[in-house]
């Protein structure tokens, strides 16, 4: 049985769209292209913001940090930041920004070390230079990652 339903043969996780009891092929050709690029990803997980954080502000100097390094092709469309509010009662000391990206050739380490201290930068910008942050970009292999979208 493959991972989606019995009967179902393999098929590459970039080119469907899961339904409920069914999987639709993409055709068209500019999801090809996007898929092709490493685009269509940037997914931003901000962990640990506080409920006084100006959320919108932080989004927009994350979001330019992002699309500030033209070689890393990522695009300001693409970026969706996902805000995680520090839990009641629990005063966190470090906040925590994930970015989930499609590996390619431009993104050398070196490339993406330089946009995570861009980002960590610009969300210091925000919330205050003593606020501690910590950045993670996390290139996947788009062979090998999963990906859906409904």
Sequence with gaps: MSAFGEGVAPVHPSHVA??????????????????????????????????????????????????????????????????????????????????????LPTRTKDALQDLATRVARAFQSVVGEERKVKVVIRPYDVEKAGWVSF
């Design 18 to 103: 899961l339904k409920p009891r069914r999987v639709m092929l993409r055709s068209t050709s500019r999801m090809w292209d996007l898929m092709d690029r490493g685009g269509a990803m940037p997914l931003v997980t901000a962990f640990n913001l506080r409920r006084e954080d100006p959320l919108s502000e932080i989004e927009e100097a994350v979001r330019h940090a992002l699309i500030s390094a033209p070689a890393l092709e990522i695009n300001e469309y693409e970026v969706d930041l996902v805000p995680v509010y520090e839990p009641d009662g629990f005063r966190a000391t470090v906040a925590r920004i994930n970015v989930d990206l499609w590996e």
